[in-house]
C-alpha cells in the first residue's frame, strides 16, 4: 500500500507566498517522477511542475519562474514552493508520484487528495 499525502496549502493575498509538500510512504521500492498538478473549478487538471529522480524539471507555462519545485529522495518528498502568487493560480493541487512498488514489483501512478490554494486579490 502507498500513502500520498499534501500539506501546505491555504489562503493568501495576492503577491503572497506558499509552500507545498507531498510524502509519499508505503511498501516502496522507488519513486520515479513526481510531480504537481493543478484544478480549478469548470477547468482540466493541468501541470504545474515534474521532477524526476535524476533532477529533470517541466513547468506549466503559466509558471514563468515564479514557482520551484525540488524533492528530497531520501525522504521521498517533493516540494512547491510559490512566489509571486496570482487569483488564476487559485485550484486544489494534486501530488503525482510513479511509484516502483515493492508487491506487486512494478510502476504504479499514485495520487494524493490534494490541498486547497487560494489567492484572493
Known amino acids: 500500500q502507498v500513502h500520498v499525502v499534501e500539506s501546505g496549502g491555504g489562503l493568501v493575498q495576492a503577491g503572497g507566498s506558499l509552500r507545498l509538500s507531498c510524502v509519499v510512504s508505503g511498501s516502496i521500492a522507488s519513486v520515479n517522477a513526481m510531480g504537481w498538478y493543478r484544478q480549478a473549478p469548470g477547468k482540466k487538471r493541468e501541470l504545474v511542475a515534474q521532477i524526476t529522480s535524476g533532477g529533470s524539471i517541466d513547468y506549466g507555462d503559466f509558471v514563468k519562474g515564479r514557482f520551484t519545485i525540488s524533492r528530497d529522495n531520501a525522504k521521498n518528498t517533493v516540494y512547491l514552493q510559490m512566489n509571486s502568487l496570482k487569483p488564476e493560480d487559485t485550484a486544489v493541487y494534486y501530488c503525482?508520484?510513479?511509484?516502483?512498488?515493492?508487491?506487486?514489483?512494478?510502476?504504479?501512478?499514485?495520487w494524493g487528495q490534494g490541498t486547497q490554494v487560494t489567492v484572493s486579490s
Open positions: 503525482n508520484a510513479e511509484v516502483l512498488t515493492t508487491a506487486p514489483l512494478r510502476y504504479q501512478d499514485y
